[in-house]
């Protein structure tokens, strides 16, 4: 993703005797008036543990507002919400994948926060993020934080069969590489099954950073219309459909099953798996075995995912002043070092990655997500924080579907203009 390095201003609130501007950032309402406030989210225990300690934080300096954290599964997170927002109960805050931030915003689900933000806030936000959170040119949520994919492996596997993971992003594997040691390991290492994709729960998107590296996109390049229908993206759904043809990965790991990939790699039954930085916290404590981080495989171009949430504040809030006095507090500078080194995640504040960050556990992994994140392509992060993404993600989750569990390439997803 493109930095900057360019610092945002600071504005230094003498009156409240803390920072108030865009960095340092700890909660100006100070119970101006009383409020009791809920959020939805999801999210590992490491995350739902950060979050609590940011709630605390919160309210310790503003001690006339409660917030409660309400925790959902993530396979039923967008249903409850949705179903929720119908009702005219939804929660004061909610948090929301990039993806999703569109529809919520174009819907007036989440309200437009400029009223909440000092001139210049968004300056200090990488710039994709903040435009995933904008609706014509409006936030209508705060980035909070993003991750991407990289390729975990089991060391003591890759070890006994004599495969060696790439140490740098230029010496990654290719396609046919990667592929070549996922047959060995599963050969030499007896297993059933090679590796894992999460992609799970309809989570489409994550398949196109394997079209951008065979040098496909979805969309145009202006956007509005379909880019599909061309040889580099049935090269591409063949190539991961062959995943389930020649039996590497588990069958019910396709994008519709709620298979939790990440417990196949801890107990070893896996030898590799492609996720997300966040699930360090889980492999560091349930696998029993040494395991690593390397880079993701590339073809024609390296392309990683753009992933991430954004927190926004809800329509239905009774006290949407104070709710997004908190969201600001969240997504400020010492705030979000704290979360996403807490919970595993990459920072979408400039001043963040200028400075350099330091996790509580496995750092040197996370340094591998830190270079990948840098090779998330422009033009699929535009895609896919289209206000219209959903609709786009559920044509290309059904035909992505129906390729890989009954090995068939049905239409083309994806025909009708943006």
Known sequence: MATNTKRSFLKTSLSAGIGAGVGMYWGAANAQKAASLTMTSWGSPAEIA??????ERYKARNSN???KLEVVPSGQYYQQLDTRFAGKQAPDIFRAQYQRIGRYGQSGAAIDLSQYLDA???QDFLPSVWRASTIKGKPHALPHH?????LFYNAEIFEACGIEAPKSLDKSWTWQEFIGAAKLAKEKAGLNYAFAMNWQNSNAYRWLMYLYQHGGQLLDNELKGPQINTKE???TVAWTQSWFKDGLVPPNTSLKSSEPVQNLFATGKIAMLLHGDWQIPFIQEQARFKWGVTYLPRDLAMAADLGGNALAVSRDSKSPDVAADFVKFMVAEEAMREFVTKAQFLPVRKSL???GLVYDIRNEEMKVFLEQSATVPE???STIVLPTWDRFNAKLA???ELAFTSGQIGRAPCRERV
Not at 50 to 55: H, R, Y
Not at 146 to 150: C, E, N, P, S
């Open 398 to 400: 059904d035909e992505l």
């Open 233 to 235: 993206a049935a090269e």
């Open 353 to 355: 990655k200028e400075k």
């Open 120 to 122: 210049g806030f968004g």
């Open 379 to 381: 033009h699929l992060v």
């Open 50 to 55: 950060a979050f609590n300690a940011q709630i």
């Open 65 to 67: 507002v409660a917030i």
């Open 146 to 150: 993003t991750d991407t994919f990289a």
